[in-house]
């Protein structure tokens, strides 16, 4: 198995504060224990590029982008766009390199250079509408780095799965009318974003669950709803949302995962991807604020992808 990671130091330039949990420290915990688990030499590791604006524009309008671009302040400073998402002066290279990562990545395991990826960046992305940023997320990589599989490439079926603890309602979004996308998740439920639950359909299989939902509750869901869905779409290319705030140690989620349940998931899905498109997997962080859960269950998961487990 090749697996690359793409990172860049723009991302840990973008900060909204020292007392906001969404910070450079998770990048940096995530490094360090790559290293203390000695996988660090096994993965190819690559440095994100800059997305193209004609690529985020595939996912967000032009003045949503605007407002980031035009909003950037100067050094020091903070631009509100919402209470708990902010720019600094870093933050639009810093949003660039993210997105950029995604689509670096998808055309790397498109052409064959790897089986698989995972973005290590920041900001996130997965609650970023197409019309605004919000909760932390500025550009939406996985959807932008989807539509660039499916435009660009030519893809015909995609999946996108997110695991992260919140509702991936910027990707729901993007992806509403859009029949080539399957997007599976599952999220605390109720809970930021607040959205309402969608109904279950072929390509839209986002599960809500309780507060407190450990490893038992995630798995059947993902044997009972995720699987079935993902080998009837047949996608050619699994996205993930990679999430690590259901973790039972992260304060900001409710629920009770741990670095096995990430492992064993990752495992579905690279079986999933082995079976409909090639190994192919692109997987972009998003959540994940206790920074020692965070770095164990990013090693988890990179160890599933590159079947070092
Ligand atoms: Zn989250």
Same mark, same amino acid.
């Given at each position: 198995?090749?697996?690359?990671?793409y990172?860049?130091?723009?991302?840990?330039a973008?900060?909204?504060g020292?007392?906001?949990?969404?910070?450079?420290?998770?990048?940096?915990?995530?490094?360090?224990q790559?290293?203390?688990?000695?996988?660090?030499t096994?993965?190819?590791h690559?440095?994100?590029p800059?997305?193209?604006?004609?690529?985020i524009?595939?996912?967000?309008h032009?003045? *949503?982008?605007?407002?980031i671009?035009?909003?950037?302040?100067?050094?020091?400073?903070?631009?509100p766009?919402d209470?708990?998402?902010?720019?600094?002066?870093h933050?639009w290279?810093? *949003?660039?390199r993210a997105?950029?990562?995604?689509?670096?990545?998808?055309?790397?395991?498109?052409?064959?250079?790897?089986d698989?990826?995972?973005?290590?960046?920041?900001?996130?992305?997965?609650?970023?509408?197409?019309?605004?940023? @919000?909760?932390?997320? &500025?550009?939406?990589n996985?959807?932008?780095?989807?539509r660039?599989?499916?435009?660009?490439?030519?893809?015909?079926r995609?999946?996108?799965?997110?695991?992260?603890?919140?509702?991936g309602?910027?990707?729901?979004?993007?992806f /509403?009318d859009?029949?080539?996308?399957? @997007?599976?998740?599952?999220?605390?439920?109720?809970?930021?974003?607040?959205?309402?639950?969608?109904?279950?359909?072929?390509?839209r299989?986002?599960?809500?669950?309780? *507060?407190?939902?450990?490893g038992?509750?995630?798995?059947?869901?993902?044997?009972d709803?995720?699987?079935?869905?993902?080998?009837?779409?047949r996608?050619?290319?699994i996205?993930i949302?990679a999430?690590?705030?259901?973790?039972?140690?992260d304060d900001?989620?409710? @629920?009770?995962?741990?670095?096995?349940?990430y492992?064993w998931?990752?495992? /579905?899905?690279?079986?999933?991807?082995?079976?409909?498109?090639?190994?192919r997997?692109?997987s972009?962080?998003?959540?994940?604020?206790?920074?020692?859960?965070?770095?164990?269950?990013?090693?988890?998961?990179?160890?599933? &992808?590159a079947?070092?487990?």
């Amino acid at each position: 198995m090749t697996t690359a990671i793409y990172c860049h130091t723009d991302c840990l330039a973008h900060e909204m504060g020292s007392w906001h949990p969404e910070s450079p420290a998770r990048l940096q915990a995530i490094e360090d224990q790559l290293i203390a688990s000695r996988i660090d030499t096994c993965i190819d590791h690559r440095e994100a590029p800059l997305a193209d604006l004609s690529d985020i524009g595939r996912v967000h309008h032009a003045d *949503a982008i605007a407002r980031i671009r035009d909003n950037v302040p100067a050094a020091g400073e903070y631009y509100p766009i919402d209470g708990d998402t902010l720019l600094n002066a870093h933050s639009w290279q810093a *949003a660039l390199r993210a997105a950029g990562a995604a689509v670096a990545a998808t055309d790397a395991v498109i052409a064959g250079e790897l089986d698989n990826a995972f973005c290590a960046v920041r900001p996130p992305g997965h609650h970023a509408r197409p019309s605004e940023p @919000m909760g932390f997320c &500025l550009f939406n990589n996985v959807a932008i780095a989807a539509r660039h599989a499916l435009e660009v490439h030519g893809l015909e079926r995609v999946a996108i799965v997110d695991f992260d603890v919140h509702h991936g309602n910027g990707t729901e979004e993007s992806f /509403r009318d859009d029949p080539r996308v399957l @997007m599976a998740s599952f999220f605390q439920h109720p809970f930021y974003p607040y959205t309402e639950p969608a109904p279950i359909t072929a390509t839209r299989v986002n599960i809500p669950v309780a *507060a407190r939902s450990g490893g038992d509750v995630v798995r059947k869901l993902v044997e009972d709803h995720w699987l079935p869905a993902l080998h009837a779409h047949r996608p050619q290319l699994i996205f993930i949302s990679a999430g690590f705030d259901a973790h039972r140690e992260d304060d900001l989620g409710g @629920m009770a995962l741990v670095e096995a349940d990430y492992a064993w998931m990752t495992h /579905r899905l690279a079986e999933v991807a082995r079976t409909h498109a090639g190994g192919r997997i692109v997987s972009c962080l998003e959540g994940g604020y206790n920074l020692s859960a965070l770095g164990r269950s990013v090693v988890a998961h990179i160890k599933a &992808l590159a079947d070092l487990d």
